[in-house]
Structure formats: structure tokens, C-alpha cells
T-cell receptor, first 112, second 113 residues
Framework: QQQVKQSPQSLIVQKGGISIINCAYE??????FPWYQQFPGKGPALLIA?????SEKKEGRFTISFNKSAKQFSLHIMDSQPGDSATYFC???????????FGPGTSLSVIP | NAGVTQTPKFQVLKTGQSMTLQCAQD?????MYWYRQDPGMGLRLIYY???????DKGEVPNGYNVSRLNKREFSLRLESAAPSQTSVYFC????????????FGPGTRLTVT
């Protein structure tokens, strides 16, 4: 019940295309859903996040879509750029219990 | 403002050796965490500390010990390293309360032969 599933494991997108990464969770007690971006040799860094009372959040080219009834959420990267090439982790958080469960990650490559 | 710092960056150990990974943060955060990252497994929580003087086990605590030395520092110790502990280790911190973001350090790449 604590697991967060993420797909695909890897993704190759042409420059200018849309990258889509999907995640699913089971525990309805999760209260925060962040996405972290990790470049090679670096630690993850928060990219964008959403709370379960919101269905969509957009920051620049990055959008989270959240479907509470289906217990699914996804990251869309519009106009993907080579600089977006990184590993993306979705996560689900139980803030009161100080717990964050990470998905297994998606390796994104944006080719020119 | 250095954020979260970790030492060392790289380490090679032989099976059975011990070592301590150091982590420090200068953001006055209450909560600190140790994760390990393995291919296809995401980030798995080893131990965390909600405040100075308290520590709790995470998902994969076996073979590790931690010390929350003060508010700034949180160390991870491997008493008798095993090849299964070959991984990249990340320390993270978070301000407690209704603040959600975790800040990660640059990681320590550990190889146990």
C-alpha cells in the first residue's frame, strides 16, 4: 500500500516533443505529490509538486495532472529540450509521519 | 549557503570494513534523512531523524546505524560493509511542519568489493 508505481522506465523524445511520465499510488492518506529531477552525478531536486485537492498544476513547460479517483498522476513536459534530459522521480508524501515514498524513476533523453 | 553537504564523494571498501558517511545542512532544518539509490529501485529510506536526538528506521535499515550529532549533522555508519551495500547514498533535509520540500546533498558513491 506504500508503493508508488512509475512508468515508463526510460523515455526518448525528440526536441520539441511532449514527454509524459505516469505514476500511481494506493494509499489515499498521501497528502503531497512532488516530482524530483536528477541530473547525472547530482542529488535530486524538487521540480514541481501538487496537493490532492488540485487537478492540475503548471509551472512553465512542466505540468502535473492529478486524478484523485484513479489514484494516478502524471508529469507532462511540453516542448522538451535536451537540457531536460535527466531522471525523474515521482513521489508520494505522508507529511505528518515525515515519510516520502519514491517511484523507481524514469530516465528521459531528449534528442536534438 | 552551502545547503546539504556530504563527505566523502566516493569510497571503496572491502567486505567487513567500516566507515561513516557524513552529512551536514546549514538551513536550520529539523528533519534529516538518509536514502540509498539503486538502479530501478528509486530512492529508499534507510533512516530519518525528525529532530535532534531522535532517529527512526526507514524501509531498509539493516546493516546501518545513524547518529544525529546536533541539529546540523546526521551521520550514517556501516559497521561491517557488504557488497549488497554498494550504492549511491543521499542525505536530505526538510523544515518541519507544513513545508514539504526535501533538499538533497550531492551523494556518496560507495563500492564494497
Amino acid at each position: 500500500q506504500q508503493q508508488v508505481k512509475q512508468s515508463p522506465q526510460s523515455l526518448i523524445v525528440q526536441k520539441g516533443g511532449i514527454s509524459i511520465i505516469n505514476c500511481a499510488y494506493e494509499n489515499t492518506a498521501f497528502d503531497y505529490f512532488p516530482w524530483y529531477q536528477q541530473f547525472p552525478g547530482k542529488g535530486p531536486a524538487l521540480l514541481i509538486a501538487i496537493r490532492p485537492d488540485v487537478s492540475e498544476k503548471k509551472e512553465g513547460r512542466f505540468t502535473i495532472s492529478f486524478n484523485k479517483s484513479a489514484k494516478q498522476f502524471s508529469l507532462h513536459i511540453m516542448d522538451s529540450q535536451p537540457g531536460d534530459s535527466a531522471t525523474y522521480f515521482c513521489a508520494a508524501q505522508l507529511t505528518f509521519y515525515d515519510k516520502v515514498i519514491f517511484g523507481p524513476g524514469t530516465s528521459l533523453s531528449v534528442i536534438p | 549557503n552551502a545547503g546539504v553537504t556530504q563527505t566523502p564523494k566516493f569510497q571503496v571498501l572491502k567486505t567487513g570494513q567500516s566507515m561513516t558517511l557524513q552529512c551536514a545542512q546549514d538551513m536550520n532544518h529539523n528533519s534529516m534523512y538518509w536514502y540509498r539509490q539503486d538502479p530501478g529501485m528509486g530512492l529508499r529510506l534507510i533512516y530519518y531523524s525528525a529532530s535532534e536526538g531522535t532517529t527512526d528506521k526507514g524501509e531498509v535499515p539493516n546493516g546501518y546505524n545513524v547518529s544525529r550529532l546536533n541539529k546540523r549533522e546526521f551521520s550514517l555508519r556501516l559497521e561491517s560493509a557488504a557488497p549488497s551495500q554498494t550504492s549511491v547514498y543521499f542525505c536530505a533535509s526538510r523544515r518541519s511542519g507544513q513545508v514539504y520540500e526535501q533538499y538533497f546533498g550531492p551523494g556518496t558513491r560507495l563500492t564494497v568489493t
